[in-house]
């Protein structure tokens, strides 16, 4: 267990993004407006070397545009980082993509170029926005915990029987996405390609058999990953509960994962418990914390 004592201090949110964030937060404005200007050039020329050149340049000249316009906007990676619905970033790439086919399923055929900018803004758009997300999330628990108290800490990995439930459903994604994908292109059955998608269950429960670090400070909890921080204060928790098994800390709103950890990973269960009682018990009051 670590045990560290600061002074509390107060927290700023005019700090500009640092030059990585508005690199990557530039590229992803980029990369969802670049396929409007090309549309747009495309209606007045369908040379192929003349549109690659003028994607190339759009891309280059909005994300230099973006990144400046973001590196000289103060706050906003803490502002992004402190809602859930950051996570809006992730979806917006698959917009166009879905919306070409969803035209061409009503009868209404786009111009073939729409196909392929939807496919590129899906593609650069999903490994730009993961990235954002992580570091919006990253900078504003760095942000929500400068200055405050670490009473303890502790690593532990999901207790035994949610990290089986994740192995089975992790084998069942891997298998049937597998068998999906031969049956479409073996035994022609269209409809079993569409099994591919549970390959992207994988990811989210390959992480299961991993520790986490917690960290009790008394402005909130703080939950480490080896690439994601995530802070949630004390007023987001009703309590917690301790069986033989499993230390679980209950979230106040009811569609939100509670925190499960493995009892038997946690080396000094009694400093930890002394801990949330000690944060828990006002955690209306003098433990939250605006950022």
């Known amino acids: 267990m670590a045990t560290r004592t600061e002074s509390r201090g107060g927290l700023s949110n005019d700090e500009r993004p640092d030059t990585l964030y508005a690199f990557v937060a530039g590229l992803y404005v980029a990369i969802l407006l670049t396929p409007i200007a090309i549309l747009g ?3 007045v020329s369908t040379d192929g070397a003349t549109l690659y050149v ?11 545009i973006a990144g400046w316009l973001i590196s000289h906007t103060a706050g906003l990676a803490v502002r ?65 915990v400068a200055g405050t108290t670490e009473i303890t800490e502790w690593e532990a990995r999901w207790p035994r029987r949610w990290r089986q439930i994740s192995y089975g459903a992790m084998i069942i994604a891997m298998v049937g996405g597998a068998v999906g994908m031969v049956a479409e292109v073996v ?16 990811a989210p429960l390959a992480g299961a058999a991993n520790p986490r670090t917690f960290r009790v400070t008394d402005a909130g909890l ?10 949630r204060p004390w007023t987001a928790f009703t309590g917690y509960s301790l069986s033989d098994e499993a230390l679980v800390l209950h979230r106040k709103r009811w569609w939100r994962q509670n ?21 828990i018990a006002d955690h209306t009051s003098s433990f939250s914390k605006n950022v």
Not at 54 to 64: A, P
């Open 187 to 202: 035994f022609g059955v269209d409809w079993a390609g569409n099994l591919y998608l549970l390959l992207f269950v994988w």
């Open 41 to 43: 050039i495309s209606t």
């Open 222 to 231: 703080v939950v480490e990953r080896p690439m994601l921080h995530r802070f």
């Open 259 to 279: 925190l499960r950890c493995d009892r038997d990973d946690i080396e000094d269960i009694d400093a930890v418990i002394a801990a949330l009682d000690t944060v």
């Open 80 to 144: 992004l980082g402190r809602h859930d619905m950051v996570w809006l970033l992730v979806t917006v790439p698959f917009v166009p993509f879905v919306g070409v086919f969803a035209a061409a399923g009503i009868g209404i055929s786009p111009p073939g170029i729409a196909v392929v900018l939807a496919m590129v803004t899906m593609i650069g758009g999903m490994f730009t926005s993961l990235p954002l997300v992580t570091m919006s999330r990253n900078r504003y628990t760095t942000a929500a």
């Open 54 to 64: 003028s994607f190339l340049v759009s891309i280059t000249l909005l994300g230099i």
